[in-house]
C-alpha cells in the first residue's frame, strides 16, 4: 500500500521541518486490512519516489508489530503497538491506535525519530502553531489582499476596489488590511532591531 506524502512537513520544537512518515490506522481499517494474521507493507512517496517503508503484521484487534530499518544505521526496528475501539453512535466500531509514549487514542501515528508515537510525544507542531504574531497578521492580511484581488506580499502596496463590491465591505476590509500591514511592520522592526543588537 503506498501513501503519498503532500504537504505533511512538520515543524519539531527545534523548528526544523521533518516529514514524519504518518501511519494512519483509518486507512489500514479502510481497505480491511485490520484482520488479526493479516501481513501488510506500507510505502510512503514523496514526488513519486519511495521515502520509507514498514512491515506491518496484525497479531489480534489490539495489537500489531510495525518492522521497518532506520535508513542512516540500517538497523531494524520492531515495535509493538496496542489498538483500541470506540463505539460509533449508529452502530459499528472506530478503530484507533495507543500512543506508545502516553496511551492516549490516536488515529495516526508518526515516526519523527526511532519510534513511533502521537503528534505531541513525537515533539511535532504544525507550522502555523510554530509561527509568531508577525507572520500570522502577514498571512491574515494577505487573505484579506486575496479578497480584494490584490497582489499578495505586503510590501506590494494596496489596490482599486474590485468591480461589484460594495464600497462599505472595501473600505472595512482596507481598513483590516491596513492595520495588519502596520502590526507587520512593527513586528518586523521589532526583529530587526533585535538582529541588529546582536552586532
Not at 503519498?4 to 481497505?31: M, Y
Not at 496511551?103 to 504544525?126: D, I, M, N
Not at 502555523?128 to 491574515?140: F, H, I, L, V
Request: proline share 5%; glycine share 10%.
Amino acid at each position: 500500500m503506498d501513501l503519498e506524502v503532500v504537504g505533511a512537513a512538520f515543524i519539531t520544537a527545534k523548528r526544523k521541518p521533518v516529514i514524519p512518515c504518518p501511519l494512519d490506522i483509518r486507512k489500514i481499517t479502510r481497505k480491511g486490512l485490520l484482520m488479526p494474521g493479516s501481513r501488510l507493507s506500507w510505502q510512503w512517496l514523496l514526488n513519486d519516489q519511495p521515502l520509507a517503508g514498514i512491515s506491518i503484521r496484525v497479531y489480534s484487534f489490539q495489537r500489531m508489530l510495525l518492522c521497518y530499518r532506520i535508513k542512516s544505521t540500517g538497523e531494524v526496528v520492531e515495535q509493538w503497538v496496542q489498538t483500541q475501539t470506540s463505539p460509533c453512535h449508529l452502530g459499528g466500531e472506530r478503530h484507533w491506535f495507543t500512543c506508545p509514549k502516553c496511551s492516549k487514542r490516536v488515529a495516526v501515528l508518526y515516526a519523527p525519530g526511532r519510534y513511533f508515537a502521537c503528534r505531541e510525544c513525537g515533539g511535532l507542531g504544525y507550522a502555523t502553531q510554530k509561527e509568531n504574531a508577525g507572520d500570522r497578521a502577514s498571512a491574515k492580511a494577505d487573505k484579506l489582499r486575496n479578497r480584494l484581488g490584490w497582489e499578495a506580499g505586503i510590501l506590494n502596496g494596496g489596490g482599486l476596489k474590485p468591480k461589484g463590491m460594495h464600497w462599505k465591505t472595501f473600505e472595512l476590509l482596507k481598513l483590516r488590511h491596513d492595520a495588519l500591514l502596520q502590526f507587520c511592520l512593527r513586528d518586523f522592526d521589532r526583529r530587526l532591531g533585535s538582529v541588529h543588537e546582536l552586532r
